[in-house]
C-alpha cells in the first residue's frame, strides 16, 4: 500500500521527545506493521470542529488521544483568556461520561486548564452532560467541557465545550475557538503541568441544587402523588444517569422505579448492548424483559452521557411498544401547552423550539395553543442560543430533536434526559389518570392535530473513501434534484449550505436565515419532505422522510400507519436509496 508522503512525515514528527514513549512505540509499530491504520490515523487533523471533537481512541492527529485533547484545551484557555480578559478568575466546569479514558482526558483537560491559571471545578466521577450545563451557571464558570461519545460505539470519545450560559459554543465563539486550535503549531505550545491548587474537585451540592430545581418543573403533583406508584423500569446503559436517573425520578414523586441491574454496571465496554444508543430497540432489550417481569407500565432507558432518553410503552393490545422521538416530543409538548392552557399560563410570550429534521406536528400544536414556534438546525447547541437570545424577554417552555434529545425548562442548556424522564413520566401519570397509555395519548393528538410520521435512514461511510463518498451525494442531490418523487412534484428545495429556499413553481428564491450547514431538504406538492444531511459527530449521511394524513377516529389508526409507512417505502424506493 502506497502512502503519501506528507502522511508518513506527520506520523513520524511524532516519534519526538514531546511525546510520551507509549505514544511513540504505538506510532512506530503503525509505521512498521499497519500503514492502513497509520492512514486512518494521521491523514487529517481530529476537527475542533463547532461542537468540539469526536472521534476513536489512539495515537494520531485524527484520534482521540492525550495530545488531540491537549491541543483542543490549549486553544479553548487561549481564547477564554482573551474573552475574560476583565475577569479576576476564569473557571471552568468539567464532567465526563463512563466510556473508557473519559475519565483521562478530563483530567488532562483539567491540568491544561490550571497550567494556563484558569480555576477548574472538575466532578469527582461520571455525571450526564446536562448536569455539567447546569454546573456552569450555578458555580458562575465561563465555560465547560464535558468528555463524551454521547451514543457512538465503544472506540469513540469526544470533547465538548460550553459557553458560560451553559449551552454548547456557537457563532462566534465556536468559530473563534477552532482559530485559536489552529494556531498551535507545536505540542510544545501545550502546558501539560498541572498547577493543583487551580484544580477544585466539584461537590454534591451542585447534583442536590439540580435535583431541587427539577422539582419546579411539576406541574401537576395531585396526579403524581395519585399514581406514585406507576412502575417505571429504569436502564442507563451503563452509563452516566445511573445515580442522578433514579434520584431524580423519586425526587419527582414517583417511588417506584425498578432498576436493570446489569446495565447498572458503569463500563465504558458497554458489555450488554451491541450499541449503546436508545434510538435502537436492541439496546433497551433488557428493560424490556425486566418490564415483561414486572408488569411495568413505563421503560425508560437513557443514553451513556444521560442527554437522550429512549421510551418503551404499552399499545392497544397489551404490547409493548417503542415511541419514536417525534411522538415522545410531540407528546411533551402537547402536555405541556395543554397544562400551560388549562391553568392560564399562555400570556402571550411564550415559544417552544425544534429543529429542522423534528417533526412539523410540534408546529401544528404550538400554532393551537396560540404559542410561538422557532426552528434551528440539527444540534441542540441552536436551540440553547434561542434561550440564550430570549432571556428575559420570552418564556421558553420546552423543545426537542427527533433523535430522543428534549428540554423542559431553561436552568439546563442542553438536551436533559433527566428531566425528560421525570416530565414523561408525569404526562404517563396524566394519561393513566383518565384510563389510558402514552400510546392512546399519542393517538388523541393525531385525532386532534393530523397524523403525522416520520422515519430515519443512515448509511455509514467509514474512513477517508467514506467521507469522500457522502460529500459526493450531497453534491449529486444538490446539482441534479429530481423533478417528481413517488410521483409527487418537488415544490420546493431549502438548501441550507447555499443559504437559499428556491420555489420552482414561482422560479423565486429566498433567504434562509439559518447558519451555513450541509443539509438539503426537498418538499412535495403531497406535504411530504425529505432531508439529507451528513451526520456532525459520525461517519453517515442521514435521510429523515416526513408524511401526513388524517385520522379521523380511533379505529382508523392502525389503518392509516400503515398507509404512510407504505408511502415512506414508496419515497424510499423511488430515490434508491435502500
Request: glycine letters at 8%; hydrophobic letters at 35%.
Given at each position: 500500500?502506497?502512502?503519501?508522503?506528507?502522511?508518513?512525515?506527520?506520523?513520524?514528527?511524532?516519534?519526538?521527545?514531546?511525546?510520551?514513549?507509549?505514544?511513540?512505540?504505538?506510532?512506530?509499530?503503525?509505521?512498521?506493521?499497519?500503514?492502513?491504520?497509520?492512514?486512518?490515523?494521521?491523514?487529517?487533523?481530529?476537527?475542533?470542529?463547532?461542537?468540539?471533537?469526536?472521534?476513536?481512541?489512539?495515537?494520531?492527529?485524527?484520534?482521540?488521544?492525550?495530545?488531540?485533547?491537549?491541543?483542543?484545551?490549549?486553544?479553548?484557555?487561549?481564547?477564554?483568556?482573551?474573552?475574560?480578559?476583565?475577569?479576576?478568575?476564569?473557571?471552568?466546569?468539567?464532567?465526563?461520561?463512563?466510556?473508557?479514558?473519559?475519565?483521562?482526558?478530563?483530567?488532562?483537560?483539567?491540568?491544561?486548564?490550571?497550567?494556563?491559571?484558569?480555576?477548574?471545578?472538575?466532578?469527582?466521577?461520571?455525571?450526564?452532560?446536562?448536569?455539567?450545563?447546569?454546573?456552569?451557571?450555578?458555580?458562575?464558570?465561563?465555560?465547560?467541557?464535558?468528555?463524551?461519545?454521547?451514543?457512538?460505539?465503544?472506540?469513540?470519545?469526544?470533547?465538548?465545550?460550553?459557553?458560560?450560559?451553559?449551552?454548547?459554543?456557537?457563532?462566534?465563539?465556536?468559530?473563534?475557538?477552532?482559530?485559536?486550535?489552529?494556531?498551535?503549531?507545536?505540542?510544545?505550545?501545550?502546558?501539560?503541568?498541572?498547577?493543583?491548587?487551580?484544580?477544585?474537585?466539584?461537590?454534591?451540592?451542585?447534583?442536590?441544587?439540580?435535583?431541587?430545581?427539577?422539582?419546579?418543573?411539576?406541574?401537576?403533583?395531585?396526579?403524581?402523588?395519585?399514581?406514585?406508584?406507576?412502575?417505571?423500569?429504569?436502564?442507563?446503559?451503563?452509563?452516566?444517569?445511573?445515580?442522578?436517573?433514579?434520584?431524580?425520578?423519586?425526587?419527582?414523586?414517583?417511588?417506584?422505579?425498578?432498576?436493570?441491574?446489569?446495565?447498572?454496571?458503569?463500563?465504558?465496554?458497554?458489555?450488554?448492548?451491541?450499541?449503546?444508543?436508545?434510538?435502537?430497540?436492541?439496546?433497551?432489550?433488557?428493560?424490556?424483559?425486566?418490564?415483561?417481569?414486572?408488569?411495568?407500565?413505563?421503560?425508560?432507558?437513557?443514553?451513556?452521557?444521560?442527554?437522550?432518553?429512549?421510551?418503551?410503552?404499552?399499545?392497544?393490545?397489551?404490547?409493548?411498544?417503542?415511541?419514536?422521538?417525534?411522538?415522545?416530543?410531540?407528546?411533551?409538548?402537547?402536555?405541556?401547552?395543554?397544562?400551560?392552557?388549562?391553568?392560564?399560563?399562555?400570556?402571550?410570550?411564550?415559544?417552544?423550539?425544534?429543529?429542522?429534521?423534528?417533526?412539523?406536528?410540534?408546529?401544528?400544536?404550538?400554532?393551537?395553543?396560540?404559542?410561538?414556534?422557532?426552528?434551528?438546525?440539527?444540534?441542540?447547541?441552536?436551540?440553547?442560543?434561542?434561550?440564550?437570545?430570549?432571556?428575559?424577554?420570552?418564556?421558553?417552555?420546552?423543545?426537542?430533536?427527533?433523535?430522543?434529545?428534549?428540554?423542559?425548562?431553561?436552568?439546563?442548556?442542553?438536551?436533559?434526559?433527566?428531566?425528560?424522564?421525570?416530565?414523561?413520566?408525569?404526562?404517563?401519570?396524566?394519561?393513566?389518570?383518565?384510563?389510558?397509555?402514552?400510546?392512546?395519548?399519542?393517538?388523541?393528538?393525531?385525532?386532534?392535530?393530523?397524523?403525522?410520521?416520520?422515519?430515519?435512514?443512515?448509511?455509514?461511510?467509514?474512513?477517508?473513501?467514506?467521507?469522500?463518498?457522502?460529500?459526493?451525494?450531497?453534491?449529486?442531490?444538490?446539482?441534479?434534484?429530481?423533478?417528481?418523487?413517488?410521483?409527487?412534484?418537488?415544490?420546493?428545495?431549502?438548501?441550507?449550505?447555499?443559504?437559499?429556499?428556491?420555489?420552482?413553481?414561482?422560479?423565486?428564491?429566498?433567504?434562509?436565515?439559518?447558519?451555513?450547514?450541509?443539509?438539503?431538504?426537498?418538499?412535495?406538492?403531497?406535504?411530504s419532505k425529505i432531508t439529507m444531511r451528513p451526520s456532525g459527530t459520525e461517519p453517515k449521511i442521514k435521510f429523515y422522510f416526513a408524511v401526513k394524513s388524517f385520522l379521523n377516529n380511533p379505529e382508523s389508526f392502525?389503518?392509516?400507519?400503515?398507509?404512510?409507512?407504505?408511502?415512506?417505502?414508496?419515497?424510499?424506493?423511488?430515490?434508491?436509496?435502500?
Amino acid at each position: 500500500m502506497s502512502i503519501n508522503k506528507d502522511i508518513i512525515d506527520k506520523a513520524k514528527s511524532w516519534l519526538s521527545e514531546s511525546f510520551d514513549e507509549e505514544t511513540r512505540s504505538q506510532v512506530k509499530y503503525l509505521l512498521d506493521n499497519d500503514h492502513r491504520e497509520l492512514v486512518e490515523s494521521f491523514y487529517k487533523d481530529l476537527e475542533f470542529g463547532t461542537g468540539g471533537l469526536r472521534g476513536i481512541m489512539g495515537v494520531g492527529t485524527n484520534r482521540m488521544n492525550k495530545y488531540t485533547v491537549g491541543v483542543a484545551t490549549q486553544g479553548l484557555a487561549n481564547y477564554l483568556k482573551k474573552s475574560f480578559s476583565a475577569c479576576r478568575e476564569i473557571k471552568v466546569a468539567i464532567a465526563y461520561d463512563c466510556r473508557n479514558l473519559s475519565d483521562y482526558f478530563a483530567r488532562i483537560a483539567s491540568e491544561v486548564l490550571s497550567a494556563n491559571g484558569i480555576k477548574v471545578h472538575l466532578f469527582d466521577s461520571l455525571r450526564p452532560t446536562p448536569l455539567l450545563s447546569f454546573a456552569i451557571r450555578y458555580l458562575n464558570c465561563q465555560s465547560g467541557i464535558v468528555i463524551t461519545a454521547s451514543h457512538n460505539p465503544k472506540e469513540y470519545n469526544g470533547y465538548k465545550a460550553y459557553w458560560e450560559d451553559g449551552g454548547q459554543v456557537v457563532s462566534p465563539h465556536d468559530k473563534n475557538i477552532v482559530d485559536e486550535v489552529k494556531q498551535i503549531e507545536s505540542i510544545k505550545d501545550v502546558k501539560f503541568n498541572k498547577v493543583d491548587k487551580n484544580i477544585i474537585i466539584a461537590s454534591n451540592e451542585v447534583d442536590q441544587a439540580y435535583l431541587e430545581k427539577i422539582k419546579t418543573l411539576i406541574i401537576s403533583p395531585d396526579i403524581i402523588s395519585k399514581h406514585k406508584d406507576l412502575k417505571i423500569v429504569f436502564t442507563p446503559i451503563h452509563g452516566s444517569a445511573v445515580k442522578l436517573g433514579p434520584e431524580g425520578l423519586k425526587a419527582y414523586g414517583f417511588e417506584n422505579v425498578i432498576s436493570v441491574k446489569e446495565q447498572d454496571v458503569v463500563d465504558g465496554n458497554f458489555p450488554t448492548v451491541f450499541s449503546p444508543n436508545p434510538e435502537e430497540p436492541a439496546a433497551l432489550e433488557m428493560a424490556l424483559n425486566k418490564a415483561r417481569e414486572t408488569g411495568g407500565e413505563l421503560v425508560l432507558g437513557t443514553d451513556p452521557d444521560g442527554d437522550r432518553v429512549g421510551v418503551i410503552v404499552k399499545n392497544l393490545s397489551n404490547e409493548y411498544v417503542f415511541l419514536s422521538g417525534n411522538q415522545i416530543a410531540s407528546l411533551i409538548i402537547f402536555y405541556l401547552l395543554n397544562k400551560y392552557k388549562e391553568k392560564n399560563l399562555i400570556k402571550g410570550n411564550e415559544y417552544i423550539v425544534k429543529t429542522i429534521v423534528t417533526t412539523d406536528l410540534l408546529k401544528v400544536i404550538a400554532d393551537n395553543y396560540g404559542v410561538e414556534c422557532y426552528e434551528t438546525l440539527t444540534g441542540f447547541k441552536f436551540i440553547a442560543d434561542i434561550i440564550r437570545k430570549f432571556e428575559g424577554e420570552k418564556k421558553f417552555i420546552g423543545g426537542g430533536e427527533e433523535s430522543y434529545g428534549y428540554l423542559v425548562g431553561d436552568f439546563v442548556r442542553d438536551k436533559d434526559a433527566i428531566i425528560s424522564c421525570c416530565v414523561i413520566s408525569e404526562i404517563a401519570a396524566w394519561a393513566k389518570e383518565q384510563n389510558k397509555t402514552l400510546y392512546e395519548l399519542m393517538i388523541d393528538v393525531y385525532l386532534k392535530f393530523g397524523f403525522f410520521k416520520e422515519k430515519l435512514i443512515s448509511f455509514t461511510k467509514k474512513g477517508k473513501e467514506g467521507y469522500e463518498e457522502i460529500q459526493k451525494i450531497m453534491e449529486g442531490y444538490r446539482n441534479n434534484p429530481p423533478k417528481k418523487i413517488n410521483g409527487s412534484l418537488i415544490t420546493e428545495i431549502i438548501d441550507y449550505a447555499r443559504q437559499k429556499r428556491f420555489n420552482i413553481k414561482t422560479g423565486k428564491e429566498y433567504a434562509v436565515k439559518l447558519p451555513v450547514s450541509n443539509v438539503l431538504q426537498l418538499l412535495l406538492e403531497d406535504g411530504s419532505k425529505i432531508t439529507m444531511r451528513p451526520s456532525g459527530t459520525e461517519p453517515k449521511i442521514k435521510f429523515y422522510f416526513a408524511v401526513k394524513s388524517f385520522l379521523n377516529n380511533p379505529e382508523s389508526f392502525k389503518a392509516v400507519d400503515i398507509e404512510l409507512e407504505k408511502k415512506i417505502d414508496e419515497i424510499i424506493n423511488d430515490l434508491k436509496i435502500n
